[in-house]
């Protein structure tokens, strides 16, 4: 059994950052693949980033790339999300996810595995 938690989210201006982190309990986060997902009021919850068992493989969401990174610490059972230049249309609940088997979906039907969600709001 697997479980995330999310932390970090919060208020901040347009143009600002934020870093968010999910902690993931147990001794298999290195076998797990990892994403972060979220979701706008009245949307379909989306993907954002994941990042492979290793650190060494990451794929972006268009709207995010150059912009937002994903990275891990596997010693510390923590994956993070830098966000930088922030604009209002990235106002969400930002979820956190992982499967062991599937790396590199961007649906949310590849990831067995879900956080509780933290919302993140950019204000103009």
């Known amino acids: 059994q697997v479980q995330l938690v999310e932390s970090g989210g919060g208020l901040v201006q347009t143009g600002g950052s934020l870093r968010l982190s999910c902690a993931a309990s147990g001794r298999a986060f290195s076998r797990l693949h990892m994403a972060w997902f979220r979701q706008a009021p009245g949307k379909e919850r989306e993907f954002v980033a994941t990042i492979s068992r290793s650190g060494g493989t990451t794929y972006y969401a268009d709207s995010v790339k150059g912009r937002f990174t994903i990275s891990r610490d596997n010693a510390k059972n923590t994956m993070l999300l830098q966000m930088d230049g922030l604009k209002s249309e990235d106002t969400a609940v930002y979820y956190c996810?992982?499967?062991?088997?599937?790396?590199?979906?961007?649906?949310?039907?590849?990831?067995?595995?879900w956080g509780q969600g933290i919302q993140v709001t950019i204000s103009s």
């Open positions: 996810a992982a499967d062991f088997t599937t790396f590199g979906g961007r649906s949310t039907d590849f990831y067995a595995y």
